[in-house]
């Protein structure tokens, strides 16, 4: 029996709901996937980044194919709410600005992150840049229409578990939904652009992907992403948001500085100062 010490909302309610349909979906050095009553969720060790779909155990991690789990000593995560309110989106904004251009104190960028420094990607992520570009440009202009043919050539696009494409219009529309969920706005019109997204994942990428970038589509991510977007609506000193944006970039090989760059991306930021 592996003992879970941490899990995220999404973790639990699966596991609570069918703790008999355990199956491991993909091992990796450090973390293994797994399927509960067809929800994929993850099992790693302590210290790893919290999301809603995580599961933190000091266990070691499962050899056999239907692992057995306990949640009796579990602490249950699920991220904070966010400041309310016009002045808390406006302070958001303000932050992904000044992100944009002090980009180099967070660190050396990876994958899509490279956009971030004015820089072009390294092979084979240069040919993500036009529509990179044009999905910021289309949130910089509130165009959900357009963010939405931007998006959908980048679905799938890089190597990895989770492509930079898929982090990168992740990181976007997370963005997007906390702008709207701060300024209290029934953006139908950026819910159906995540929605044909949402649909089109499936066919261009990964199953681990499409589910994580699903989650990002409904303002849901990792726990660093959160507290960026917590810090910067917060108006909190610099220092303290390039500190949840270091710990973001350290997720994964280039996951982190493609979900940042997307972030930047979603507020209207990125390439501006």
């Known amino acids: 029996m592996i003992v879970v010490s941490d899990v995220g909302w999404r973790a639990e309610r699966a596991l609570e709901r069918a703790p008999g349909s355990v199956h491991v979906l993909a091992a ?20 790893s980044s919290l999301h809603p779909r995580a599961m933190l155990t000091a266990d070691s991690l499962p050899a056999g194919d239907r692992p057995r789990l306990t949640l009796h000593a579990a602490r249950r995560w699920r991220a904070p709410a966010l400041p309310d309110g016009p002045d808390a989106a406006a302070a958001l904004r303000a932050a992904a600005r000044d992100l944009s251009s002090v980009a180099a104190e967070v660190g050396v960028p990876d994958g899509l992150g490279a956009l971030l420094l004015g820089r072009v990607p390294a ?20 165009d959900a229409h357009a963010a939405g043919r931007a998006a959908a050539p980048l679905l799938g696009l890089g190597p990895g578990l989770t492509p930079a494409g898929d982090d990168f219009v992740g990181g976007a529309f997370f963005a997007r939904a906390v702008v709207d969920r701060l300024e209290h706005r029934d953006a139908d019109d950026w819910r159906r652009a995540a929605d044909e997204i949402r649909r089109r994942a ?6 681990i992907s499409a589910a994580l970038l699903g989650d990002l589509l409904d303002g849901e991510g990792h726990a660093p992403l959160h507290d960026l977007a917590g810090r910067a609506a917060g108006a909190r000193p610099r220092d303290e948001i390039l500190d949840a944006a270091r710990r973001l970039t350290r997720i994964g090989h280039s996951s982190g500085w493609d979900m940042l760059a997307g972030f930047v991306a979603g507020l209207g930021a990125l390439g501006r100062t």
């Open 28 to 47: 990796l050095s450090a973390s293994v996937y797994l399927t509960i009553d067809g929800e994929i969720v993850w099992l790693g060790p302590p210290g």
């Open 123 to 142: 092979f084979p992520l240069e040919s993500a840049v036009p529509a990179a570009m044009a999905l910021a440009r289309a949130c910089a202009s509130d």
């Open 202 to 207: 499936p066919a261009r990428t990964h199953p």
